[in-house]
């Protein structure tokens, strides 16, 4: 059983930092996207960014953020423990959502569409205090 397990939400002040992790069980994500998205209340949900990468060096990997994020949020991997993580820095209070792992098996690009994941944790809360 395929398992996406976030952690490492919280509460903090505008201007401060997170970091999020994704644990995956049940599979190897090697090759296929994996990313974050976040829904922030009353709106759909959002691509932030997403990894693909192809071996265990990073320079084959390729990456896609966001706008609103670039800069700011940095993607990254930990093949030996099949985890993603998600630096973020510089938190503004329109970060607050809850942010969702997700995974694409489907097909080997990483797409900016939630419609296109297949695999998808459960979500942590992530509040940015002004």
């Known amino acids: 059983q395929v398992q996406l397990v976030e952690s490492g939400g919280g509460l903090v002040q505008a201007g401060g930092s997170l970091r999020l992790s994704c644990a995956a069980s049940?599979?190897?994500?090697?090759?296929?996207?994996v990313g974050w998205f976040r829904q922030a209340p009353g709106k759909e949900r959002e691509f932030v960014v997403a990894i693909r990468w192809t071996g265990y060096t990073t320079s084959g990997d390729t990456t896609s953020y966001a706008n609103s994020v670039k800069g700011r949020f940095t993607i990254s991997r930990d093949n030996a423990k099949n985890t993603i993580y998600l630096q973020m820095n510089s938190l503004k209070p329109e970060d607050t959502a809850v942010y969702y792992c997700?995974?694409?098996?489907?097909?080997?690009?990483?797409?900016?569409?939630?419609?296109?994941?297949?695999?998808w944790g459960q979500g942590t809360q992530v509040t940015v205090s002004s």
């Open positions: 997700a995974a694409r098996t489907t097909a080997y690009r990483i797409s900016p569409f939630e419609r296109d994941y297949n695999y």
């Open positions: 049940g599979r190897t994500f090697s090759g296929f996207p």
